[in-house]
């Protein structure tokens, strides 16, 4: 009591001093714990960033988040050991921090699925960036992948922003994901015309092509028997980087051969049939 009354007499700056007298060992031991801890959190942080980027399994953007959270999480380590380094009950601290991430998680609840979708993306890997994809109505190449969107980039050149979890949620079309891709052409001639020659002609345009692949060899085949002509298929496998162009050629060129063979491609046709009342 004597001892808290002739405290109590100081000055402030006294009563510091006091106290740092009185508590410079806990100073001492915490500002130890502090730096050797984040120190340690730091390199601990650094070597799993390290290791995860040899890897080579994850992403880059992966590897950079989990080390990012690991690092996070030791730091939260360090503050509480510096804290019972100072005899501050954590226990409450704790559970107000818990408390507080909870309600930060349900107010941030739709960024938080971003995120979560994002993270499945990198992982997943269901598209990189320069691949063309189809989601929903969407289709486009892939720009840059984040945390919360994804920024895509149209045929047309107009910009789409994409949230993580809208792209995650629906099928995703990967049209550069396999080496080879089938391209099919459909040709209607007039019923009077050969089918076999069309066929041939056919054949012969995709054979002469160096660009299709002769495993699967390409086939031809009736496929419909329309209103007013018959409709011959053509299927042909190429290297996924020709598809585009070939399939613009081999239209152009089946137009060119059937015309100059005097294979029809007859217009849409009807019969009306007028009765006398």
Same mark, same amino acid.
């Given at each position: ?80 050991? %510096?804290?019972?380094?100072? &005899?501050?009950? $954590? ?6 921090? &818990? &408390?507080?991430?909870?309600? %930060? ?35 486009? $190449? ?136």
């Amino acid at each position: 009591m004597t001892l808290d009354k002739d405290i109590a007499a100081l000055t402030i700056p006294e009563q510091i001093f006091v106290w740092l007298r009185v508590n410079m060992m806990d100073i001492a031991g915490g500002i130890a714990v502090l730096v050797i801890g984040l120190l340690l959190a730091s390199l601990i942080a650094g070597s799993i960033s390290r290791m995860l980027h040899k890897s080579g399994r994850l992403d880059p953007s992966v590897a950079s988040l989990l080390s990012s959270l690991v690092k996070y999480a030791l730091w939260v380590l360090v503050g509480v050991t %510096v804290l019972t380094q100072f &005899g501050v009950e $954590t226990t409450s601290i704790i559970a107000a921090l &818990g &408390g507080m991430a909870l309600a %930060v998680g349900l107010a941030l609840q739709g960024t938080l699925s971003n995120v979560a979708s994002g993270v499945m993306i990198l992982v997943q890997k269901p598209f990189k960036v320069g691949e063309t994809i189809s989601v929903g109505s969407i289709l486009a $190449t892939v720009q840059e992948i984040g945390l919360f969107t994804t920024e895509l980039k149209q045929p047309d050149g107009l910009f789409v922003m994409i949230p993580n979890n809208e792209l995650w949620n629906q099928p995703i079309i990967n049209f550069n994901r396999h080496p080879v891709r089938r391209f099919e052409l459909v040709v209607g001639i007039g019923y009077g015309d050969s089918m076999e020659q069309a066929r041939k002609e056919l054949l012969a345009l995709a054979e002469a092509d160096d660009r299709v692949l002769a495993d699967p060899a390409p086939v031809a085949y009736v496929a419909s028997l329309d209103d007013s002509s018959v409709g011959i298929g053509m299927r042909v496998w190429c290297a996924t980087p020709d598809y585009l162009g070939l399939t613009w050629d081999l239209t152009e060129a089946a137009k060119a051969k059937f015309d100059e063979k005097g294979i029809s491609i007859p217009f849409p046709q009807r019969e009306v049939t007028t009765r006398a009342a």
